[in-house]
């Protein structure tokens, strides 16, 4: 398998291969001695060489956060094949989604659909654990549309709005 | 003894009492709300029974629901744990009137530390230094002017009521006294129900240093040494250590006798806390007394080789207390870190949510009293303490090696957690040498977050690897509870290994 991944910005090139419990691994084109064990689900034991890492896994919709240690890697991975992916990345130039950004109750809706808005404009305000929470706008733009009610329970992740 | 207890109260400190109850074979009978069916004080206990809706209102606080439990089950007790009802000398009283004994002092002694105007008046007459200022709530403004001219500025104002920071303002200087003392009144009213607020002496940058003590019900008092909680935000606790690293054994001796007088002077039984300030010049003043459990006792605990659950349910049981105050020996350091579901990068929100992997440390010195485990949904209805980590050692440093070594093996999937905070703390040079007040944080927090002066080189490279093998697996690699999650096409790559068929046998086991 071919991927690409991109950590903080900077893209790599990951070729994987497995037979019979060996890996090989290409990265941007060199040869990687690698050794893995899936110690248990989302942890991966990895050998580089004799150099040994631990690396935890926690899924945020189609990201993957990694960490090494006690540093967070966000990765975008990419299988080129995929036609979704590429879909995906003109997407985000588009309408963008406002959403909650933890599971709470929706106390307060500040602005009307059709509202002007900066990016940092906050929109409506998210209530857990008693600590307030303004959801502001991705982007500069007009407020196409809101689609949660003041009182509504919202999870984490969920759509609350949308901003063109 | 008690044949059950009922413990009136959630998360950790449910856990924490229920494992003191099974230690002295005794049944413990868990209350629980809506959302709190499927957490950890449930699992544990030997019964348990809802008692409402999330709201805490309407479950955990909620007097009746939970004396009327207390008759059904046939508890002989009641703890409280802290917060929730745990100060509430009602609840004391209606225990009291239920022929169920509660594990805390007397409704009387509460309610005589319960306001700090009153408990200022009492220590006035037992000869307590606290910090000057009024000991009864400001009737006017102009007498709040008077009392800041004669004590000098800055000025603190607090809620006779109060606790947590709010209705809580420092004032700078005569101009700022009038909108504060309103801010302060009206704040407190909302918070408390109480306007009433009192003035005193601003003491910059404090220590924060609390002695604990415990009475037995025939008339013994002994404090078990301070705890140094200096570290706070939002005037919440955030590291707790004990001993204090400024306080030698005359010190010690000195608070710990004022704060024997203040728990006789109001007729204390049972665990309690004696909060002082501490100012530059080693003075301390008291500033007020929980009537409860502290969240940070298992320092104390540590220190003195003493285990305070049981020695409360020993005092409410009428016997005398087992040792004198000769007999009580500190040994080690203990530090204690606070986990919440916070969001560190969002300015410490709260972070409820499912926690998909859970990785819990170990080994030598270290004490973990928890309330979450992998799978649980942590609501986001309650106060977002998770966990406390403690470390203990030989001497300082040693704590502080052992604590961040554990810190690296924690981690906690699914959900923000504010462990990489503790890690920021144990490495500051401020804190390493002890030099600590109540401003430290804010200070830290401040700063920009410096970046790991030297990541590991490799780690980048193992990051994108990993990332390549958890997506070729798919499924397979990920926890039970997020294949649920996982259904959009593009997150199932076909893997066409054996790895992947050896993987789903490994989660299977």
């Known amino acids: 398998m071919t991927y690409e991944i991109s950590i903080d910005g900077t893209n790599y090139r990951l070729e994987l291969t497995q037979i019979e419990g060996r890996w090989t691994c290409r990265l941007d084109g060199r040869e990687i001695e690698v050794d893995a064990v899936l110690a248990r689900p989302d942890v991966i034991s990895l050998r580089l060489g004799n150099k040994a890492f631990e690396v935890k896994c926690e899924r945020a919709g189609t990201d993957l956060h990694l960490w090494v240690g006690s540093v967070r890697y966000e990765a975008e991975v990419r299988d080129p094949r995929s036609l979704r992916s590429r879909a995906r990345a003109i997407d985000d130039r588009g309408p963008r989604k406002l959403t909650a950004p933890m599971p709470g109750k929706v106390v307060r809706i500040l602005l009307r659909e059709g509202a002007e808005v900066d990016a940092g404009t906050g929109v409506m305000v998210v209530e857990a654990m008693k600590m307030q929470n303004e959801v502001k706008s991705p982007k500069k733009g007009k407020i196409q549309k809101i689609v949660v009610r003041e009182g509504a329970a919202v999870n984490a992740g969920d759509v609350l709005g949308i901003v063109e | ?509």
């Open chain 2, 1 to 509: 003894m008690f044949k059950k207890i009922l413990i009136a109260n959630r998360g950790e400190i449910a856990v924490r009492v229920i494992r003191a109850c099974h230690e002295m074979r005794i049944s413990a009978v868990a209350v629980y709300s809506d959302v709190d069916r499927a957490s950890l004080h449930v699992r544990k206990a030997d019964e348990a029974y809802p008692i409402g809706p999330a709201a805490a209102k309407e479950s955990y606080l909620n007097i009746d629901k939970i004396i009327s439990v207390a008759k059904q089950s046939a508890a002989d007790a009641i703890h409280p744990g802290y917060g929730f009802l745990s100060e509430n000398a009602q609840f004391a009283r209606a225990c009291a009137d239920a022929g169920v004994k509660f594990i805390g002092p007397t409704a009387a002694a509460m309610d005589a530390m319960g306001s700090k105007t009153r408990a200022r008046q009492a220590m006035e007459k037992a000869g307590v230094p606290f910090v000057p200022g009024t000991s009864r709530g400001l009737d006017s403004f102009e007498q709040a002017q008077t009392v800041a001219e004669r004590i000098g500025y800055p000025v603190m104002l607090k809620a006779a009521a109060g606790g947590g920071g709010k209705g809580m303002r420092l004032v700078h200087s005569p101009d700022e006294l009038k909108s504060s003392l309103e801010g302060a009144q009206s704040e407190a009213e909302r918070a408390f129900g109480d306007g009433e607020v009192y003035l005193e002496q601003a003491i910059v940058n404090p220590r924060h240093i609390e002695m604990q003590v415990l009475a037995d019900e025939h008339g013994n008092t002994v404090y078990l040494g301070e705890r140094e909680c200096s570290l706070q935000r939002r005037h919440q606790k955030v590291v707790e250590e004990a001993p204090s690293p400024i306080v030698d054994p005359d010190m010690r001796r000195r608070m710990g006798q004022t704060a024997v007088r203040v728990a006789q002077s109001a007729g204390y039984t049972n665990a309690g806390t004696v909060e002082f300030l501490v100012d530059e010049q080693k003075n301390f003043y008291f500033l007020e007394m929980n009537t409860r459990l502290q969240v940070e006792h298992p320092v104390t605990e540590l220190i003195t080789g003493l285990d305070l659950v049981h020695l409360q349910i020993h005092i409410a049981n009428g016997e005398p207390l087992p040792f004198r105050q000769e007999d009580v020996n500190i040994r080690g350091h203990a530090i204690e870190c606070r986990i919440y579901a916070e969001d560190p990068d969002n300015n410490y929100f709260p972070s409820p949510g499912k926690i998909t992997l859970l990785l819990a440390p170990s080994g030598p010195g270290i004490r973990r009293d928890s309330g979450m485990y992998e799978g649980w949904t942590v609501p986001m209805d309650y106060d977002p303490l998770l966990a406390k980590l403690i470390g203990y050692g030989t001497d300082r440093a040693q704590a502080i090696g052992r604590l961040q070594r554990a810190l690296n093996e924690y981690f906690v999937g699914g959900i923000k957690t504010n462990i990489s905070l503790f890690r920021r703390i144990l490495s500051d040079q401020d804190f390493e040498a002890g030099k600590i007040d109540t401003g430290f944080l804010d200070r830290l927090l401040k700063r920009t977050k410096q970046a790991d002066a030297h990541p590991d080189p490799g780690a980048e490279e193992a990051a994108v690897i990993a990332a390549g093998m958890f997506a070729m697996m798919g499924q397979a690699a990920a926890g039970p509870l997020e294949r649920a999650a996982m259904d959009s096409p593009q997150n199932v790559i076909s893997a066409h290994s054996n790895w992947k068929a050896a993987a789903r046998r490994e989660t299977l086991k």
